[in-house]
T-cell receptor
Framework: DAGVTQSPTHLIKTRGQQVTLRCSPK?????VSWYQQALGQGPQFIFQ???????QRGNFPDRFSGHQFPNYSSELNVNALLLGDSALYLC???????????FGPGTRLTVL | AQSVTQPDIHITVSEGASLELRCNYS??????LFWYVQSPGQGLQLLLK??????LVQGIKGFEAEFKRSQSSFNLRKPSVHWSDAAEYFC???????????FGTGTKLQVIP
């Protein structure tokens, strides 16, 4: 049983560019959440998707957007990248009726 | 506002010594509580969780945590630390449903021989 997978592992972009990160949830999980973890910080909640809709959103600007596909996989898009967007981006999945999230290995984004 | 506090940024223990990592939460009602561990550059691995019932919960890798409602705490313990336990530990809280998971800022554990 594969766990949560994310791609790519690492990514380097320049300011102003756009980036798309991908996440495949653990088998049987239908809810996906995205987190941003800056260096030396705890993960910060970006948003959560269920049934292809954004259900909850943290304090992130509209430059951060997402999508969930019918197979429950998800994408995180960030437009107009800033230096401060450099971070580890974590995806977590869970079954809707359970309350335990399982995390992927993350995507390390560096913005130059 | 909901919050999770880990007062210790960095802790150093000797291998074989006991360990306690502190976590306090501030929520309207008792949330679900979790401890995760993160090795450098890696994702988060779930160590244990508390939903209700027995206030002492057992997790993987020999870790346990005790929920104390009166102190709004959920401290993580291990009787004998191994060098492989060196990592960063995050306490997290969640009130269920579509609500977000709130993380503490983490405690970095260093294990010395």
């Amino acid at each position: 049983d594969a766990g949560v997978t994310q791609s790519p592992t690492h990514l380097i972009k320049t300011r102003g560019q756009q980036v798309t990160l991908r996440c495949s949830p653990k088998s049987g999980h239908d809810t996906v959440s995205w987190y941003q973890q800056a260096l030396g910080q705890g993960p910060q909640f970006i948003f959560q998707y269920y049934e292809e809709e954004e259900r909850q959103r943290g304090n992130f600007p509209d430059r951060f957007s997402g999508h969930q596909f019918p197979n429950y996989s998800s994408e995180l898009n960030v437009n107009a990248l800033l230096l401060g967007d450099s971070a580890l981006y974590l995806c977590a999945s869970r079954q809707r009726d359970t309350d335990t999230q399982y995390f992927g290995p993350g995507t390390r984004l560096t913005v130059l | 506002a909901q919050s999770v506090t880990q007062p210790d940024i960095h802790i150093t223990v000797s291998e074989g010594a006991s360990l306690e990592l502190r976590c306090n939460y501030s929520y309207g009602a008792t949330p679900y509580l979790f401890w995760y561990v993160q090795s450098p550059g890696q994702g988060l691995q779930l160590l244990l969780k508390y939903f209700s019932g027995d206030t002492l919960v057992q997790g993987i890798k020999g870790f346990e945590a005790e929920f104390k409602r009166s102190q709004s705490s959920f401290n993580l313990r291990k009787p004998s630390v191994h060098w492989s336990d060196a990592a960063e530990y995050f306490c997290a809280a969640f009130s269920g449903g579509y609500q977000k998971v709130t993380f503490g800022t983490g405690t970095k554990l260093q294990v010395i021989p």
